[in-house]
Each structure stands twice: as structure tokens, then as C-alpha cells.
């Protein structure tokens, strides 16, 4: 059967918008409605599919904005959702001129949408999307053949000659539900487009791939599309894997500038990724490391902030040097200050009256045992202060001695944490003025220390799974990195009091935190000092990462090199290097055992997984990070 010819869209056509919401929290992040009610104008009538339904807040915000709300069981992708609402509506589907299809994986609008309504409304095709994606040979999924050139579904606008045919109603019928990633883009994102080709059915595209320079520009030149127009930009950018990424010079950053220029609130895409995306991924992705000046240009002192200093203070010789560092602060402050005993007290005070400070108020508490160190008597030493809710921001900073290391380890570990938190009066400011830039930041802390320490590849060290258990008791369900977690390393920070709030409500006690010989890894103590970022992204405040100008040419050029020397015996991209190396797996000491099961993993993964179920797990070296 001939497909009837395409033509415009009258400007008394009714149109059908269907929005996927895909959540495993039930919830609605801000980004959702904001893009809803910039398409209300341009529907008749608005369907959110919700997999697994939705809180009764998160159904509240959604009033108003659309028109029904249908729940689904829980998929993994959108193509369910829409499936889900063709069944749901049945033959009313046909009541409509145009039916749009789209998926809660894109932000917006970046730029308006009436002009490319306007543009498409008048371009006679049977089916649209906003972006597409070029041929590729070979197929990157499958690394043979051809991927054809394709819509991409995100956004997929079909008309009433195709919704009324059979080959709309057979492709839904015959779609399954892929279990992973590969082949959805195989069977769905290419086999839509193709399968209404084939019953002849025509197609366009809003921003052609063809007059881009990539294959996939939404994800390769999001930045060009938005110059040129383009109201939607994926989470790709911001959630994919780093290493490919960085293979194909995507910057997160550079984009999320551009939308922001174009007027977009970059606070609502940065609270749905700090929710959704483990945070070590999205400070590389979103390249949120801050290089901050030491001469003020930041601080908007017409609007200061109330401050908190907690300092835990063991070393008491080290007071002088805190109370330097607190009042490098751009406003006066109120400082806490948590020590384990009435004698340690007493010469902490001595030495706080005989020098000047820019402290408003002094409080020395003797908490109720050192179990925990910094740990315990923050979260719960410091729990009613905190929780009081008189203070814009507080600063974590305590008597920072690592002697287990030596002396010039432990100097640099010093160092590093307190001249990237506060290094000048002018970078303070600086930092402050972070917070006051953007109401979603919850927390900022200097990068992984990797100078003197053997923190890289291992940062979890054995605290993964305990953090797992964690988590969960604290209702923190932000997806965790893979080798190494975004945390502050040595527990210094400044931080909003509210993005710690799953931290500092639950009831810790002393006793949680074993005795002195348990602040190891493991330990109670460590796990929390790799809690705040994901217990901050929970509550949908993103983290940021912040150095001094002195120190990043120490880290840059560490970094540069001995990434140059990893890199050197492993050939590719980087990114081909560590999909070959992971795969190689551990490699030991380089034994005969390590390397001939290094050769089974790469070449017979079958036989290596059976060889191993039968052989001693092979003994690891202890850790020699932190």
C-alpha cells in the first residue's frame, strides 16, 4: 500500500505531546516541568508516562502542566513509555494531526521552540525529529556493517498519515524491550526511522546531522546546535563515560556555558545530573574544578554570607595556623571548635586569647570521646549548630597531621588541603563567591590528592561496600563511581549545612565508630569521609572542585607525566587503553599465574571464568594510599 502524500501541518492542526518520565525515586526534577510548561502553548493535550508511578509531591508538580498522567512498570527506556501510550490511547491516537514523542532525557528549552514549530509545521513530511544521526561504517555497537542513518527518538513527531497506518501500528506491536543500551540504539533509534521508510512513509530532521561535522552532533557539537537554534540538549554530554568523551574532545563545560549564555538556568541540569550521575563522572564530564585567582574579582560583598568554622583541633599547636587560615574568610565568622579533652581545651583557649582573630563568637567543645576523630565530632559534636539553620555556610577544617607518612608526605597532605581551601584572602573570597553564583552548589573541596600518595585507581580502597550499606540507611541512592570515589580526601571542605542534611540527621553515636584502632579503611570514619558529595547530589546540590594557581601547576605537570608513563607500553586512545587494561584485569605482581590469566580474561573468557571459580583468589598488596 502507497503511503498518501506528506504535507504541512495547518496552523488548526491538533497535536498530541506523550513525555517519558523514566525516575527510580518516583520524583520529578525541577528541569521536567520547566520544559513542559515551554510546550504547553504549542499541545492540545499533554500525556506524562511515568515508569512506576510517582511520589504524591512530584505528581502535584506536574498540575497544571499536563493533562493525564499514566503509569507504567518500571523499563529501562523511553521506547517502553511510548508504546505504553500508544496502547493507552487505542484508536484516539487518531484524533490527532501530529503525535510527539519525547523523552525526559534531554533540558530545555535552550532556545525557543515556536521558531522550529514554525520551520517544521510548514515542511511536508509523514514523521520529524529534532536531530538525527549519520551513517557509520563500521557500526560502533557492532563494530561491523553499517548503521544506518537514523532519527534520533528523544524527539520523534509523527503525523496523521502515519498513525493511522498499519505500519504504525505493527512496528508498536511487534517492538520488545531490549535489556541494555546496545540494542536499543540497534533496534529502536535506527529500526524506527527505517521501518516507516520502508512502508514509504518520508521523514525530516530539524538540525541535520549533514551540516554538522560529526555523526551525532546532539552529543558531538551540542554547543553549534544551540548556537544554531536547537531548543533541546542531552544529558550525554554531562553523563557519559569519561575516557570517550575526552576521545572525541566533548566539552561538558564549554556546553553548559553556551547554555547558559542562551539563558537557560544551568541550575536545573545540574541538579537532575548531581541526582542521577555519580559525581566523580560529572566533575570530569562538567569540568567543575575551579581554578580560582588569589586577588578578590568574585565576592559580591553587598550580599555576604553568614559563616561557620568547625575546626577540629588534636594538634593544639596547630591553633595559630587555623585561626590564620579562618580569617583569610571575606566576613566575620563564628568558629567551633571540637577537642578531645578539658586539658587540650584549656591551651586552645590560652593560645586563641593571645593572638588576634576575626571570629565573632568562640566556642570550644570537649566532645564526648575521639572515636571517629573529625568525623564524629562534626556530625555529631557539631549536630545542633549545624542543624540550626544560622549559618549560610560552613568551613571544615581541622589540625591536618599525617606522621604514619613522613615528613615531607604529610606536609604536602597539609598543604594541599588547606592552601586549596584557603590560600589568600582574595581566593576565599573567591570561593565564597562560588556559593553566592549558584544557589544549587552544595559543597566544595580541593581535588584528589595524588602527589605523595597512592590514591589513584584506589580511592575506595575497602570502603565501597561498607559506603554502599551507608548509603542506604541514609536514603543516598546517587549511582557511585567506579574505581575511585569525588570525595574530600582528608575531610576538608566548605559546604552549605543543608546539602549535608541526610549526614547530620541521623543519629550517629560515638560507639558507631569502633575504637582508635578502627579509623582505617573500612572504617565508619572513612566511609563518612567519602559521603558528602553523594549525600549532597541526594538532595539535588551538586559538588565542585577548587585549587589554587600555584598548586595546579604542581598537579597539572605530576599528572601529565605520569599519565605519559602509564600510557607508554599500551597502545590507542586513552580511552582504548583502559577498556584494554580493564579487561586485562588485575595484573598482580606480574607472576606467571597473573599474566596467564591476564592472556585467558583478554583472549578465553569463558575458560578464564572457569579456571577461576577453581583456583585461590591471588593475594593483593595492601593499599598504599591514604
Given at each position: 500500500m502507497t503511503a498518501p502524500s506528506p504535507a504541512p501541518l495547518e496552523d488548526s492542526a491538533r497535536r498530541l505531546i506523550v513525555y517519558a518520565i523514566s525516575d527510580r525515586r518516583r520524583e520529578v526534577d525541577d528541569y521536567i516541568p520547566h520544559a513542559l510548561r515551554a510546550l504547553r502553548p504549542y499541545a492540545d493535550r499533554i500525556l506524562a508516562v511515568v515508569d512506576g508511578g510517582l511520589t504524591p509531591q512530584s505528581s502535584a508538580s506536574l498540575e497544571g502542566v499536563v493533562d493525564e498522567i499514566l503509569e507504567t512498570e518500571r523499563t529501562p527506556f523511553h521506547l517502553k513509555a511510548y508504546q505504553a501510550a500508544i496502547r493507552h490511547l487505542g484508536t484516539r491516537i487518531e484524533g490527532y494531526d501530529e503525535v510527539l514523542l519525547a523523552a525526559d532525557t534531554w533540558y530545555g528549552p535552550i532556545r525557543p521552540f515556536g521558531p522550529v514549530f514554525e520551520r517544521m509545521n510548514a515542511t511536508a513530511v509523514h514523521f520529524w525529529a529534532m536531530t538525527d544521526r549519520a551513517a557509520e561504517v563500521p557500526n560502533p555497537f557492532t563494530h561491523e556493517g553499517e548503521l544506518a542513518q537514523h532519527l534520533q527518538p528523544h524527539w520523534f513527531a509523527a503525523r496523521s498519515p502515519l498513525i493511522s497506518s498499519a505500519a504504525w501500528r505493527a512496528y508498536w506491536d511487534a517492538l520488545e524491550v531490549p535489556d541494555d543500551f546496545a540494542p536499543t540504539a540497534l533496534l529502536h533509534d535506527s529500526e524506527?526511522?527505517?521501518?516507516?521508510?520502508?512502508?514509504?512513509?518520508?521523514?525530516?530532521?530539524?538540525?541535520?546531522?549533514?551540516?554538522?561535522?560529526?555523526?551525532?552532533?546532539?552529543?558531538?557539537?551540542?554547543?553549534?546546535?544551540?548556537?544554531?537554534?536547537?531548543?533541546?540538549?542531552?544529558?550525554?554530554?554531562?553523563?557519559?563515560?569519561?575516557?570517550?568523551?575526552?576521545?572525541?574532545?566533548?566539552?561538558?563545560?564549554?556546553?553548559?556555558?553556551?547554555?547558559?549564555?542562551?539563558?537557560?538556568?544551568?541550575?536545573?541540569?545540574?541538579?537532575?545530573?548531581?541526582?542521577?550521575?555519580?559525581?566523580?563522572?560529572?566533575?570530569?564530564?562538567a569540568s567543575l574544578l575551579e581554578v580560582l585567582p588569589d586577588v578578590e574579582t568574585m565576592y559580591d560583598r553587598s550580599a555576604p554570607l553568614s559563616l561557620l568554622v568547625v575546626a577540629h583541633i588534636f594538634y593544639e599547636e596547630m591553633t595559630e595556623e587555623i585561626l590564620q587560615r579562618a580569617d583569610m574568610l571575606p566576613e566575620r565568622y563564628d568558629l567551633v571548635i571540637t577537642t578531645p579533652n578539658e586539658a587540650k581545651a584549656r591551651r586552645i583557649r590560652e593560645?586563641?586569647?593571645?593572638?588576634?582573630?576575626?571570629?565573632?563568637?568562640?566556642?570550644?567543645?570537649?566532645?564526648?570521646?575521639?572515636?571517629?576523630?573529625?568525623?564524629?565530632?562534626?556530625?555529631?559534636?557539631?549536630?545542633?549548630?549545624?542543624?540550626?539553620?544560622?549559618?549560610?555556610?560552613?568551613?571544615?577544617?581541622?589540625?591536618?597531621?599525617?606522621?604514619?607518612?613522613?615528613?615531607?608526605?604529610?606536609?604536602?597532605?597539609?598543604?594541599?588541603?588547606?592552601?586549596?581551601?584557603?590560600?589568600?584572602?582574595?581566593?576565599?573570597?573567591?570561593?565564597?563567591?562560588?556559593?553566592?553564583?549558584?544557589?544549587?552548589?552544595?559543597?566544595?573541596?580541593?581535588?584528589?590528592?595524588?602527589?605523595?600518595?597512592?590514591?589513584?585507581?584506589?580511592?575506595?580502597?575497602?570502603?565501597?561496600?561498607?559506603?554502599?550499606?551507608?548509603?542506604?540507611?541514609?536514603?543516598?541512592?546517587?549511582?557511585?563511581?567506579?574505581?575511585?570515589?569525588?570525595?574530600?580526601?582528608?575531610?576538608?571542605?566548605?559546604?552549605?549545612?543543608?546539602?549535608?542534611?541526610?549526614?547530620?540527621?541521623?543519629?550517629?553515636?560515638?560507639?558507631?565508630?569502633?575504637?582508635?584502632?578502627?579509623?582505617?579503611?573500612?572504617?565508619?570514619?572513612?566511609?563518612?569521609?567519602?559521603?558528602?558529595?553523594?549525600?549532597?547530589?541526594?538532595?539535588?546540590?551538586?559538588?565542585?572542585?577548587?585549587?589554587?594557581?600555584?598548586?595546579?601547576?604542581?598537579?597539572?605537570?605530576?599528572?601529565?607525566?605520569?599519565?605519559?608513563?602509564?600510557?607508554?607500553?599500551?597502545?590507542?586512545?586513552?580511552?582504548?587503553?583502559?577498556?584494554?587494561?580493564?579487561?586485562?584485569?588485575?595484573?598482580?605482581?606480574?607472576?606467571?599465574r597473573d599474566l596467564a590469566m591476564m592472556y585467558l580474561r583478554l583472549n578465553h573468557p569463558r575458560l578464564e571464568s572457569r579456571i577461576r571459580k577453581i583456583l585461590p583468589a591471588p593475594r593483593r598488596r595492601k593499599s598504599q594510599g591514604r
Amino acid at each position: 500500500m502507497t503511503a498518501p502524500s506528506p504535507a504541512p501541518l495547518e496552523d488548526s492542526a491538533r497535536r498530541l505531546i506523550v513525555y517519558a518520565i523514566s525516575d527510580r525515586r518516583r520524583e520529578v526534577d525541577d528541569y521536567i516541568p520547566h520544559a513542559l510548561r515551554a510546550l504547553r502553548p504549542y499541545a492540545d493535550r499533554i500525556l506524562a508516562v511515568v515508569d512506576g508511578g510517582l511520589t504524591p509531591q512530584s505528581s502535584a508538580s506536574l498540575e497544571g502542566v499536563v493533562d493525564e498522567i499514566l503509569e507504567t512498570e518500571r523499563t529501562p527506556f523511553h521506547l517502553k513509555a511510548y508504546q505504553a501510550a500508544i496502547r493507552h490511547l487505542g484508536t484516539r491516537i487518531e484524533g490527532y494531526d501530529e503525535v510527539l514523542l519525547a523523552a525526559d532525557t534531554w533540558y530545555g528549552p535552550i532556545r525557543p521552540f515556536g521558531p522550529v514549530f514554525e520551520r517544521m509545521n510548514a515542511t511536508a513530511v509523514h514523521f520529524w525529529a529534532m536531530t538525527d544521526r549519520a551513517a557509520e561504517v563500521p557500526n560502533p555497537f557492532t563494530h561491523e556493517g553499517e548503521l544506518a542513518q537514523h532519527l534520533q527518538p528523544h524527539w520523534f513527531a509523527a503525523r496523521s498519515p502515519l498513525i493511522s497506518s498499519a505500519a504504525w501500528r505493527a512496528y508498536w506491536d511487534a517492538l520488545e524491550v531490549p535489556d541494555d543500551f546496545a540494542p536499543t540504539a540497534l533496534l529502536h533509534d535506527s529500526e524506527l526511522t527505517l521501518a516507516f521508510r520502508r512502508a514509504g512513509f518520508t521523514d525530516a530532521t530539524a538540525f541535520p546531522a549533514e551540516e554538522y561535522p560529526t555523526a551525532d552532533p546532539s552529543l558531538e557539537n551540542a554547543d553549534l546546535l544551540l548556537d544554531d537554534g536547537c531548543p533541546l540538549l542531552r544529558r550525554r554530554p554531562f553523563a557519559d563515560w569519561p575516557p570517550f568523551l575526552d576521545r572525541h574532545a566533548i566539552i561538558g563545560r564549554w556546553t553548559m556555558e553556551t547554555a547558559r549564555r542562551h539563558g537557560y538556568p544551568a541550575g536545573l541540569l545540574l541538579q537532575n545530573l548531581a541526582r542521577n550521575v555519580p559525581p566523580k563522572v560529572l566533575n570530569t564530564d562538567a569540568s567543575l574544578l575551579e581554578v580560582l585567582p588569589d586577588v578578590e574579582t568574585m565576592y559580591d560583598r553587598s550580599a555576604p554570607l553568614s559563616l561557620l568554622v568547625v575546626a577540629h583541633i588534636f594538634y593544639e599547636e596547630m591553633t595559630e595556623e587555623i585561626l590564620q587560615r579562618a580569617d583569610m574568610l571575606p566576613e566575620r565568622y563564628d568558629l567551633v571548635i571540637t577537642t578531645p579533652n578539658e586539658a587540650k581545651a584549656r591551651r586552645i583557649r590560652e593560645r586563641i586569647e593571645a593572638v588576634a582573630h576575626s571570629a565573632l563568637s568562640v566556642d570550644i567543645r570537649v566532645v564526648d570521646s575521639n572515636e571517629g576523630r573529625d568525623q564524629s565530632a562534626f556530625l555529631i559534636g557539631c549536630r545542633d549548630i549545624l542543624l540550626a539553620g544560622d549559618h549560610d555556610l560552613v568551613v571544615k577544617i581541622h589540625s591536618k597531621r599525617t606522621v604514619q607518612d613522613g615528613l615531607n608526605v604529610g606536609e604536602h597532605f597539609r598543604i594541599h588541603q588547606f592552601t586549596n581551601l584557603l590560600h589568600t584572602p582574595g581566593y576565599a573570597a573567591n570561593l565564597v563567591a562560588l556559593f553566592q553564583r549558584e544557589e544549587g552548589l552544595g559543597l566544595v573541596f580541593p581535588p584528589m590528592i595524588h602527589i605523595g600518595a597512592a590514591a589513584m585507581g584506589r580511592g575506595w580502597a575497602t570502603n565501597k561496600d561498607g559506603f554502599a550499606i551507608v548509603a542506604g540507611a541514609l536514603g543516598v541512592r546517587v549511582p557511585l563511581d567506579d574505581v575511585s570515589p569525588l570525595a574530600p580526601f582528608g575531610s576538608m571542605f566548605v559546604a552549605r549545612p543543608a546539602a549535608l542534611r541526610l549526614m547530620l540527621e541521623h543519629s550517629w553515636a560515638y560507639a558507631d565508630f569502633g575504637g582508635a584502632h578502627e579509623y582505617r579503611d573500612g572504617s565508619l570514619a572513612h566511609i563518612l569521609e567519602r559521603m558528602p558529595a553523594y549525600a549532597a547530589g541526594e538532595l539535588g546540590f551538586h559538588a565542585r572542585t577548587v585549587i589554587n594557581h600555584d598548586y595546579m601547576s604542581l598537579s597539572h605537570t605530576a599528572l601529565d607525566f605520569k599519565l605519559d608513563q602509564i600510557s607508554a607500553t599500551t597502545i590507542g586512545y586513552t580511552n582504548e587503553q583502559i577498556e584494554f587494561l580493564r579487561r586485562a584485569g588485575f595484573m598482580g605482581d606480574g607472576q606467571f599465574r597473573d599474566l596467564a590469566m591476564m592472556y585467558l580474561r583478554l583472549n578465553h573468557p569463558r575458560l578464564e571464568s572457569r579456571i577461576r571459580k577453581i583456583l585461590p583468589a591471588p593475594r593483593r598488596r595492601k593499599s598504599q594510599g591514604r
